[in-house]
C-alpha cells in the first residue's frame, strides 16, 4: 500500500509509540521478547495479506512452504476487501477473515482473533500498511513476525526487506526463515484451487474436443485505463494471430461487458461472460495456451495455472517484483504509458511464446523497457 507523506509521517510516529509502549511494558513486568526458540510447539498460525488479489495469488507459494513443515498446525489467513474474492483460489489454509472497513466489524474481527490464541502471527505486507500492523500486533499471538527495517520493536522478529529489487513470492521467503522453514525460490510456484467442473463447462462452451489441434490464447481487456493498450491495438493484434491453428478467446470483468461484446464482435473472436466469481475466471484461463494481459491479478493467476503469459505494464513495474512468477513470460514496458508500448514489441512477443510451445527447449523469459 502507497501512503502519503502525511500518512508515513503518522505511520512512523505509530510505531514509535507502540515500540516505547514494549519497553515501558519490559521494564516493569521484566519479560523477554519472544523468539522462535522460546513459543515452544507451533499450532495455530495466522497470516495478514490485506492488499491486492494479485498480492494473495503470489503469497500460494509461501502458504505451501508453511504447510509443508507445519503440516497440523491450524493455518489462517486475514484477507481486505480488495483481495476477498480471492480467498476460494488459495490451497493449504483452514480459516479465512475478511477484514472490514466498518469499526465495529474491526473489533468484532479482532476479538475474534484473540478467542484463537495465536502461537505465531506474520504479516506479510511488504510495505508499511498501518491497518496490517494493527492486525498484526491486536491478534495477540505470543511470536509476531513481519518487515520492520527501522527496528521499532512493533514485532518480536522484524525482518529487513530486500535491498535490491526482489519478486514478491521470494521476498515474502524471508518472513518464515525465523521459523526454520526453508524454502529455495526455484523451488516454490503459485498455485490456485477451484472445482474441475468449472473447466469443464468453458471447454463445453468453447466447443474444444481435442485442443491438441488449436493453440487457444486468452487475451484479458480489463483494467483501469491508465494501464490499458487500446482497443485499436488489441483488435490489430488478434487479426494478426488468429489462424486455423490460434484460436483468440476474450474476457474481461463485469464492468467490461460492453466493451467485450463489440470487440468480439469487431475481432470476429469468442468470449466468455464476465463472472463475479474468480474460481471461474480461473477455470477460463486454465483452457488457455497463452494469456497475454495488462498488469492485473490475471496475469498472476495465469503463472499459477502455469501459462506462458504476455503482460503490458508501466514503466514503474518494471524492476521484476511483479513479474509473472515460476512461467515463461514477456514483460513489456514503456517510459511514458501502457498505450505507448510499441505494437510491434507485443506482436514479437507473442510470436516467440506461441513458437515456444511447439518447441522442445524452454524459451527464456524477458522484460523490455521500450520508449
Given at each position: ?7 508515513r ?14 519497553r ?8 523477554q521478547?519472544?523468539?522462535?526458540e ?6 495455530r498460525?495466522l497470516?495478514?495479506r490485506t ?17 509443508d ?26 480459516g ?7 469499526l ?46 527501522d527496528?521499532t ?15 514478491q ?7 518464515i526463515?525465523?521459523?526454520q ?7 516454490i510456484?503459485p498455485?490456485?484451487v ?22 487457444v ?38 464492468w ?19 463472472s463475479?466469481?474468480?474460481a ?5 484461463l486454465s ?21 506462458p ?10 524492476n521484476?517484483?511483479w ?20 505494437y ?5 512477443a ?14 527464456p ?6 520508449s
Amino acid at each position: 500500500m502507497a501512503l502519503s507523506t502525511f500518512d508515513r509521517g503518522v505511520w512512523r510516529s505509530t510505531k514509535r509509540l507502540y515500540s516505547l509502549a514494549r519497553r515501558v511494558r519490559f521494564a516493569f513486568t521484566r519479560t523477554q521478547r519472544a523468539t522462535p526458540e522460546t513459543i515452544g510447539q507451533v499450532d495455530r498460525i495466522l497470516l495478514i495479506r490485506t492488499d491486492k488479489i494479485g498480492d494473495a495469488i503470489i503469497s500460494t507459494a509461501f502458504f505451501k512452504a508453511l504447510r509443508d513443515h507445519f503440516p497440523n498446525a491450524q493455518i489462517d489467513i486475514v484477507l481486505g476487501r480488495k483481495n476477498a474474492a480471492a480467498a476460494s483460489l488459495l490451497p493449504h489454509l483452514d480459516g479465512v477473515f475478511i477484514a472490514r472497513k466498518n469499526l465495529i466489524e474491526q473489533a468484532r474481527l479482532i476479538r475474534q482473533l484473540r478467542e484463537r490464541n495465536y502461537d505465531v502471527v506474520i504479516d506479510m505486507l511488504t510495505g508499511d500498511s498501518m491497518t496490517a500492523a494493527a492486525y498484526a500486533v491486536l491478534a495477540g499471538a505470543r511470536l509476531k513476525i513481519g518487515f520492520d527495517d527501522d527496528g521499532t520493536g512493533l514485532y518480536d522478529v522484524p525482518v529487513p526487506r530486500a535491498r535490491e529489487p526482489e519478486h514478491q513470492a521470494v521476498q515474502m521467503l524471508r518472513l518464515i526463515a525465523p521459523l526454520q522453514v526453508s524454502a529455495r525460490p526455484e523451488d516454490i510456484r503459485p498455485i490456485v484451487v477451484f472445482p474441475k467442473a468449472l473447466a469443464d463447462r468453458i471447454r463445453e462452451r468453447l466447443a474444444q474436443p481435442d485442443q491438441g489441434k488449436q493453440k487457444v490464447v486468452i487475451i484479458n481487456l480489463s483494467v483501469d485505463p491508465i494501464r490499458y493498450w487500446t482497443d485499436e491495438n488489441f483488435i490489430r493484434l488478434i487479426g494478426d494471430i488468429k489462424s486455423p491453428s490460434v484460436r483468440v478467446v476474450l474476457v474481461s470483468a463485469p464492468w467490461d461487458l460492453a466493451r467485450l461484446e463489440a470487440m468480439a464482435k469487431t475481432a470476429e473472436v469468442d468470449w466468455l461472460p464476465p463472472s463475479n466469481d474468480i474460481a471461474e475466471t480461473a477455470a477460463a484461463l486454465s483452457c488457455a495456451d497463452l494469456v497475454i494481459s495488462p498488469d492485473t491479478s490475471i496475469v498472476h493467476i495465469a503463472a499459477a495455472l502455469n501459462k506462458p503469459v504476455v503482460t503490458l505494464m508501466a514503466s514503474y513495474a518494471a524492476n521484476g517484483q511483479w513479474y509473472p512468477f515460476g512461467v515463461t513470460y514477456r514483460a513489456l514496458h514503456c517510459a511514458t504509458r501502457v498505450a505507448d508500448i510499441p505494437y510491434d514489441e507485443v506482436l514479437a512477443a507473442v510470436r516467440e511464446l506461441l513458437a515456444g510451445l511447439d518447441s522442445a527447449q524452454p524459451v527464456p523469459s524477458t522484460d523490455k523497457v521500450v520508449s
